[in-house]
């Protein structure tokens, strides 16, 4: 494995301690995805920097306007000219409505492009997710992309709602008031510039020190969501084995974990603010002690001293506010690192740069195939060959683990072999585009997944353009249009989650109306039958005929009664083929596996 992939998906996992190295290329590629973010909105952000300046520009007039008031105007106005006061209370006026004016106008503009951002991210995150390969999401639990999609969005919806309008403003502020300070008085303002240099240092320690800290925030929450969802998806398992008292400790337990990093977080930026507050009141008393001495000394105008001091205040304002910004990026940091760690993670099973189209037919060759699910895991299919001509229905057999429902997934493309190649009607899997695969193999596994909504529209989903007429007729083809009609409101009845309306075995059957539908070239049937009953599994075995008539078909079952429907059996074990015949012909040899597995089968009957 190359150093890229290997740290490509660190912040997808919940990694809470990094190397220096990492963390630097964690940091880049936060700051690459935050750019390709920002990017489309570049020139309403330019529009808004320019608003921002123009609102620090008025707020920074207030002051200067002041002194003048008070060394120029109030003398002028006592010797009778008003003159120059009155500009100075208009000004002032006009600049405190300019202010306000243009930082409405900003917070609006920046809110807007902040919410747009969060949409483009969302649709990023969700889209990306779906692209990602199966076996992505077979180690990468729901929980984490729930947390990706929902905390630590949110987190980055907290910097972009106000903590952009701070950084400006800070920023410009402490700018353009140091400008101003020097501009007034060297001494003094070199006095104030003099502090820097203590906020500098504690400033870095909090970045450094909350940055780390929200590292561990962000993988504990997504910890607690993962334990949440989980327990949620498996309430009757949990009901039903009285695990409730293990899930509270563990939920105490992460918790416990968050509760303590969030307290580390809020000690670090407590510390921050207190230190920068007595860094500013240091300098305040310092100002106000040699600017008194050199206005009684007569080297200093008490209106600049005002000035100066007003100005002061509002220095050191903002650096609250930027411990508050500083602390929601570093928070954002960490939320952007376990976002762009799923960003970038890539398809195992991508699509081709040229893709070849799928000609008619539906024949299946596995060329010398081996195949394991990970480089450290041991080989599941060694060398495996078998050829599938069009329109056979073969049964795979075997004890569990042996290697069928590998089998099944590769002819599904859910993973690519680790060698050789496996080819639908001649074409190699790796080269036919994503979307046509799947309207040219359909798979019914056990436990076929219902979304909320109809029964209609779970049996459309793989031709949402079917109409009312194709999909009753594909629901009567495997009987189960009787038991959809017999429902409260039919074919519109709503399944609910997962479909908990229907028994699984009625859940079964609209997976088979839905591949019916489908109509594709492959079917495959990974234990589809395991959950009916002995009359449902009746009427899908009538149906299956209709089903299975004209297409190929890989059929997986345990239920000898559905593997007996196919025109070839194969027996697999560790990965091979033992045994490969009609039915009748490895019953008939009477010493094999399948022909061992039938009489046990027929002996259950009696």
Not at 129 to 153: M, P, W
Not at 445 to 456: C, I, M, P, R, W
Not at 469 to 478: G, R, T
Not at 485 to 500: M, S
């Given at each position: ?25 964690l940091q ?9 973010l ?11 920097v ?10 920074l007039?207030g002051?200067?306007l ?5 060394d ?6 006592v010797?009778?000219?008003t003159?120059t ?13 300019a202010?306000s004016?243009?930082?409405?106008t ?5 809110t ?10 969302r649709?990023?995150i ?9 076996s992505?999401h077979e180690?990468?639990t729901?929980?984490?992309?729930i ?11 907290d910097l972009?709602?106000d903590?952009?309008n701070?950084l400006?403003?800070a ?9 101003m300070?020097?501009i ?5 303002g070199l006095?104030v510039?003099?502090g ?20 561990v ?10 334990q949440?969802?989980?327990t949620?998806?498996?309430?009757r ?7 409730e ?5 563990i ?12 307290a ?6 407590a510390?921050?603010?207190?230190s920068?507050?007595?860094?500013g ?9 040699i ?5 009684t000394?007569?080297?200093?105008e008490?209106g600049?001293l ?7 205040r509002?220095?050191?304002?903002p650096?609250d506010?930027l411990a508050m ?15 762009s760690?799923?960003?970038e993670?890539?398809p ?5 740069t040229?893709p ?30 078998l ?9 795979l057999?075997?004890?569990t683990?042996a ?12 993973y690519?072999p680790s060698?050789?190649a496996?080819r ?24 076929n ?8 529209d779970?049996?459309a989903?793989?031709r949402p353009?079917?109409t ?17 009609v017999?429902l409260?409101e039919g074919?519109?009845t709503?399944v609910?989650?997962?479909?908990g309306r ?15 539908l ?5 079917l495959?049937?990974d234990?589809a039958?395991s959950?009916?009953?002995v ?10 005929e209709?089903v ?10 345990h239920?000898?009664?559905?593997v ?10 560790n990965g091979?083929?033992?045994e490969d015949?009609?039915?009748?012909e490895?019953?008939?040899a009477?010493n094999g596996e399948?022909?061992?597995l039938?009489?046990a ?6």
């Amino acid at each position: 494995m190359s150093d890229e992939e290997s740290w490509r998906g660190v912040a997808a996992e919940d990694t809470d301690e990094l190397d220096s190295q990492v963390r630097v290329r964690l940091q880049a590629r936060s700051r690459r995805l935050l750019g390709s973010l920002l990017r489309p909105h570049l020139w309403r952000c330019l529009f808004a920097v320019a608003i921002v300046v123009a609102q620090n520009a008025a707020a920074l007039v207030g002051p200067l306007l002041i002194a003048i008031a008070i060394d120029d105007g109030i003398p002028s106005a006592v010797d009778g000219h008003t003159a120059t006061l009155a500009w100075c209370v208009g000004g002032y006026v006009v600049s405190a409505f300019a202010n306000s004016g243009l930082l409405l106008t900003f917070q609006r503009l920046s809110t807007r492009i902040g919410q747009d951002v969060l949409l483009d991210l969302r649709e990023r995150i969700f889209r990306h997710a779906q692209r990602l390969s199966l076996s992505f999401h077979e180690s990468y639990t729901s929980g984490k992309i729930i947390s990706r999609l929902t905390a630590d969005v949110d987190t980055i919806n907290d910097l972009l709602d106000d903590g952009l309008n701070k950084l400006f403003n800070a920023v410009l502020t402490v700018g353009g008031v140091g400008t101003m300070m020097l501009i007034l008085d060297v001494p003094l303002g070199l006095l104030v510039m003099a502090g820097f240099v203590p906020l500098f240092l504690v400033t870095r320690w909090f970045q450094r020190s909350s940055r780390r800290t929200y590292r561990v925030t962000r993988a504990a929450i997504a910890r607690i969501i993962v334990q949440f969802v989980e327990t949620m998806n498996g309430m009757r398992a949990v009901q039903a084995f009285r695990r409730e008292s293990r899930n509270e400790s563990i939920m105490d337990s992460l918790n416990g974990r968050y509760r303590d990093a969030d307290a580390k977080a809020y000690v670090a930026i407590a510390t921050y603010t207190a230190s920068v507050r007595a860094i500013g009141n240091l300098s305040l008393a310092l100002v106000l002690g040699i600017g008194a001495w050199r206005v009684t000394g007569g080297t200093l105008e008490i209106g600049v001293l005002t000035a100066f001091t007003l100005y002061l205040r509002r220095f050191y304002d903002p650096l609250d506010d930027l411990a508050m910004v500083t602390n929601s990026y570093a928070s954002a940091s960490a939320a952007l690192e376990k976002i762009s760690g799923v960003l970038e993670e890539a398809p195992s099973v991508p699509d081709p740069t040229t893709p070849k189209k799928l000609p008619k037919g539906g024949g299946i060759v596995f060329d010398n195939v081996e195949f394991h699910y990970g480089p450290d895991t041991p080989v599941v299919l060694p060398a495996f060959d078998l050829t599938i001509p069009p329109g056979q229905t073969v049964a795979l057999v075997g004890a569990t683990g042996a290697g069928k429902s590998t089998v099944a997934k590769l002819v599904a493309r859910f993973y690519d072999p680790s060698t050789g190649a496996v080819r639908l009607s001649g074409v190699d899997l790796r080269d036919v585009t994503d979307n046509e695969l799947r309207q040219r193999v359909v798979m019914v596994t056990q436990e076929n997944f219902l979304f909320a909504g109809s029964v209609a529209d779970n049996i459309a989903l793989g031709r949402p353009d079917a109409t009312r007429a194709e999909i009753e007729s594909a629901a009567a083809a495997v009987g189960a249009h009787e038991f959809i009609v017999a429902l409260p409101e039919g074919y519109d009845t709503d399944v609910r989650k997962r479909g908990g309306r229907l028994s699984a075995g009625q859940r079964q059957l609209v997976a088979f109306s839905r591949a019916f539908l489908a109509d594709p070239t492959v079917l495959v049937l990974d234990e589809a039958t395991s959950s009916l009953d002995v009359p449902g599994e009746r009427a899908v075995q009538a149906a299956l005929e209709t089903v299975l008539a004209d297409r190929t078909a890989l059929i997986i079952a345990h239920r000898l009664s559905t593997v007996l429907i196919a025109d070839r059996v194969l027996v697999i074990d560790n990965g091979r083929i033992a045994e490969d015949g009609t039915p009748d012909e490895l019953i008939a040899a009477g010493n094999g596996e399948f022909a061992t597995l039938h009489q046990a089968w027929v002996d259950s009957l009696v």
